[in-house]
């Protein structure tokens, strides 16, 4: 992306320049926000890597789409370091294993201690000691996170990297997927990564109609994409939003790459998700209809847990500018991921208590099924390789094999409710900000190259004004109003009574509690 009018050869990010072809490649970031290498301390992160000792469920999910998945794309996960995530997941699942290594010692102990003696006495040990490890397993893991994962104390580090070939080959594709510029998707929509697909807009303008001034019709001048690309980007970082970026993304389904040795040089590899200016350059001059590039305006608050995309696309068929804008969301994380918040740096007298009858009641099901653990734990090794071949021959088998993600870490952990209203708040704030910004931006490039944009306001005038909303709930938004054939919106807020009255007549009231995204 190119900055009109600015000195060749330099690329700004963060203030600071490097040498990359011509014009100034804007990849805005704010240093006062958190950037990709701030996210490692961001409270969403804390929370996922408290989860990945806390929650087993999720532990397993995040090893194996992430690490044991060899052929599916890598999506960013803004807000978190995905990678430190990954890193405890591993922490936990090696003292998991650990834990159950000694399950199996205690057991052959308490068989031994049968043989010798009587079968009954053999037992009574097995059982003491495996509450006695259980014990030892869950207070490390409760003094693991208690010292190193609350608000107080978050240390990311607090647990030494894997030294698993694994973990690192996992670990290095997460960290290009985060820097990545394109978006290989598996689904109908084509911004991996960046949640939930909210609204957008699009409109088609004449570019050859000139507009009147001074009761003349104006010739209007040419332009070329990039220039109406970075006049927006000018001025969109001009608005010092913080927490804001704006990138370069080439979005494409997983379905569509087979034949593209761009981004799938190896058809039985993970995609590339990382391409270098002069290839990305080169397919945005000359692209295909199932690519398509866009210019990704995000901003990323509440420490992580609120992230909001635009994705802004413009072309020109014809006589014809296209401009279209779509709104992302990734809504903020479930509300058990916001537990250890409860917590206190050490155990008190009852937490002991409630850990250690647990403990005992977790103990005596061990008992029982450690001969299932044990068999998991022989056959894992196999059952993984064969799922890795039952993979590999359905890439080689299947022309149309999706190599598009199925999520990022951040989207896997999210739910579709705010946890406060000022989240639901900051996104419509967030999104009405980028969408003046835009709409103006637009209109003032057009004006200046002597293009009629009356359609175009009168469309921005219908957007911004359009403020009644009317959700499945019976829910009613209104900060303006029209009704009638011919009426204009007026920007007012509306009584609660006529709230009320219209709340009536569609046979639903809003319910409290959380907000639905």
Known sequence: MRIAGASPKRVRILGQEEREGEGVAYRIRRPEQP????????????????????????????????????????????????????????????QENMRD???????????????????????FVFLALTCLIIVIDRWKTQSLVRSNLLKSNFDPDCVPEPESRQFHRAAAELKQAQESNVLVSSGFSPFAGAGHDVSGWSFAL??????????KIVQPQSFSVSELNDAIARNIQALKIDGLTIEDKLCVNGQDIRDNRKILPDPIRRPVTMLTQDVLQSIIRDPAPHMRHYQHIRVVNWEGELVVSAFLRVCKPGHNLFIEVNYCLVPPLSETYHAIDSLNPFLNWSEWLNLIL?????????????????????????????????????????????????????????????RRYFQKLDKEMNMKILERQIFDTIIDFLDAKGIDTSDLKERQTTLLNNGLVVSGSGTIQAESLAVGAGSQALASKVRQGSIRLLERTIGKSASPGQGQV
Request: charged fraction near 20%; proline fraction near 5%; aromatic fraction near 14%.
């Open 35 to 94: 950037t990709q290498e701030g996210w490692k301390l961001t409270a969403a992160t804390r929370y996922l890597c408290a989860a990945a000792h806390l929650q087993p469920k999720f532990r397993r999910r995040i090893i194996q789409q992430f690490a044991e998945e060899p052929y599916r794309a890598m999506a960013p996960s803004f807000g978190i370091d995905p990678t430190t995530v990954l890193k405890h997941c591993f922490a936990a699942r090696r």
């Open 101 to 123: 290594l000694f399950l199996v010692f205690a057991w052959i102990i308490g068989g031994i201690i049968s043989a010798i003696t009587f079968p009954p006495g053999g037992f």
């Open 206 to 215: 004449d570019i050859d109609k000139g507009k009147e001034e001074f009761g």
């Open 358 to 418: 647990l403990s005992g009641i977790t103990a005596a099901f061990m008992a029982i099924f450690l001969p299932f653990i044990v068999l998991q734990h022989t056959i894992s090794p196999f059952h993984r390789w064969q799922e890795r071949s039952k993979a590999k021959r359905a890439v080689r088998e299947n022309a149309a094999f999706n190599y598009g993600s199925l999520g990022s870490l951040r989207e896997l952990a999210s739910v579709s409710v705010y």
